[in-house]
């Protein structure tokens, strides 16, 4: 069954950082792309970062470029996502996803809520 | 960035209604769209991948059309666990983008 446990969301202050986690278990990790996808409060969901099996290629929305760094150990099974220059915009449940075919999502972590307040 | 727009925003139905949410691309993705529904408080689930694949354990009630620009998921008799939001994304260029969703309620 495959299962992704995530971790690391909270409180934090504007400008201030976070590293959200990501456990896998149930597939062979480094077989499938994975990434995240945030939902602010009421609102749609948005792609956030997509990176590939192997870690060699990743992928960022335009609205966190440069502030977010999404990374993998395939030795732990364990998906991150860095995220330094916190804004209040950036207030969401990030979830964790494993890709189904490339770069769809065919599982879902249950989230982690990230505020962004002082 | 190609834009999805869902329609229509919100759908009343009652159970045993056909439904019928469109997904329109600012221009073509080729086959390469997704439909997902998600319940309040639960992650988003994949129903539907390259635009006319059901996902695992998705009943045959749910169906997906169409290619280049303009995509239907359509559910034949709507049940009582069908009352959420779907979503399309696209995964033909980067970057990934999402519909703003369709909501089905109950009438």
């Known amino acids: 069954e495959v299962q992704l446990l995530e971790s690391g969301g909270g409180l934090v202050q504007p400008g201030g950082s976070l590293r959200l986690s990501c456990a896998a278990s149930g597939f062979t990790f480094n077989s499938y792309a994975m990434g995240w996808v945030r939902q602010a409060p009421e609102k749609g969901l948005e792609w956030v970062s997509s990176?590939?099996?192997?870690?060699?290629?990743?992928y960022y929305a335009d609205s966190v470029r440069g502030r977010f760094t999404i990374s993998r150990d395939n030795s732990k099974n364990t998906l991150y996502l860095q995220m330094d220059s916190l804004r209040a915009e950036d207030t969401a449940v990030y979830y964790c996803?494993?890709?189904?075919?490339?770069?769809?999502?065919?599982?879902w972590g249950q989230g982690a809520l990230v505020t962004v307040s002082s | 960035e190609i834009v999805l727009t869902q329609s229509p925003a919100t759908l009343s139905l009652s159970p045993g209604e056909r439904a019928t949410l469109s997904c329109r691309a600012s221009r073509s993705v080729s086959s390469y769209l997704a439909w997902y529904q998600q319940k309040p408080g639960q992650a988003p689930r994949l129903f539907i991948y390259?635009?006319?694949n059901r996902a695992t354990g998705v009943p045959a009630r749910f169906s997906g059309s169409g290619s280049g620009a303009d995509f239907t998921l359509t559910i034949s008799s709507v049940e009582p666990e069908d009352f959420a939001v779907y979503y399309c994304q696209q995964r033909s260029e980067w970057p990934l983008t999402f519909g703003p969703g369709t909501k089905v309620d109950i009438k």
């Open positions: 990176i590939t099996g192997n870690g060699l290629s990743t």
């Open positions: 996803a494993k890709a189904h075919t490339y770069y769809d999502f065919g599982y």
């Open positions: 390259d635009a006319s």
